[in-house]
């Protein structure tokens, strides 16, 4: 079998298995197999695939059709500059996480050596972007999965970034400060939204990691105490609840809240000033 009709037969098989984007999942996984780029795929249409490229391609597809996320089956995504190492003991990184990137590299970048706290770091994304770009920053990640601080450790190794990793439950208050800045992308599906969330996420993703309530609250209330006065925090939150936050924040005295839409015009990323 040639590589283009390898990818028409994936393609056609996650169609029918109600992936949002079979075509490019497709590249992605015979790209996967091949060792190269999607890009490079149009240059190889008509190579025979060997039999072990075909029997890893057919392990993949499969998984993929029963609605596995693209990035564990392939067991790396990227963020921002980087790739990193996704498994199901994480989240998969996503583009709205980016643009929380993004802000703090906006609220730290007069600093020469910020101090930075990611909240709830899973698979060190948040932290090791900001290490990436801002080299000057000392930042550390917490969270209370020893499972996700493994995949951190990993990532962090991986991209030989020199971040500070620690076992901590957000709900026992945060590390003593003073923090210059507190970033987090907290648990804020709620329990009643699960089961109308796509299967990649509903039926695969770490549902500790997705599902909380009382996180974003939690995090906005510690960092009062651990931030330096005009130190930021900076929040990502549900698109369909950025007020709250934004609201919470202004109650517990933060000042200059401000909201950021992501790509597609939804509010998502809510931040304050400590007063």
Request: aromatic share 4%; hydrophobic share 45%.
């Amino acid at each position: 079998m040639t590589v283009g009709k390898g990818l028409a037969r994936s393609a056609a098989r996650l169609e029918a298995a109600g992936c949002e984007t079979p075509l490019v999942d497709a590249e992605i996984l015979v790209a996967h197999v091949l060792g190269s780029t999607r890009t490079e795929l149009r240059l190889e249409r008509e190579r025979e695939l060997s039999g072990g490229e075909l029997g890893e391609l057919e392990l993949l597809v499969a998984r993929r059709e029963r609605r596995e996320p693209l990035a564990y089956v392939i067991g790396e995504w990227g963020f921002r500059r980087l790739t990193l190492e996704v498994d199901a003991r994480v989240l998969v990184p996503r583009p709205e996480t980016e643009l929380v990137v993004e802000r703090c590299l906006a609220r730290i970048a007069g600093l020469a050596a910020p101090r930075v706290l990611d909240v709830g770091t899973g698979n060190g994304a948040i932290a090791l972007a900001v290490a990436d770009e801002h080299p000057g920053a000392r930042v550390t990640g917490i969270d209370a999965s020893a499972d996700a601080l493994d995949v951190a450790r990993g990532n962090a190794s991986r991209t030989g970034l020199d971040v500070e990793l620690a076992l901590w439950d957000l709900f026992d208050g945060l590390p003593a400060g003073p923090w210059d800045l507190v970033v987090s992308n907290p648990p804020y599906v709620r329990p009643g939204e699960i089961e109308s969330l796509e299967p990649e996420v509903r039926d695969w993703e770490p549902r500790a990691a997705l599902v909380g309530e009382g996180a974003t609250e939690a995090v906005g209330r510690a960092s009062v105490a651990v931030l330096r006065k005009g130190g930021v925090l900076v929040l990502e939150t549900a698109d369909d609840d950025p007020g709250h936050a934004a609201e919470l924040l202004r109650e517990l005295g933060y000042e200059g809240v401000m909201t950021t839409k992501d790509l597609s015009g939804r509010d998502r990323v809510v931040e304050g000033v400590r007063s």
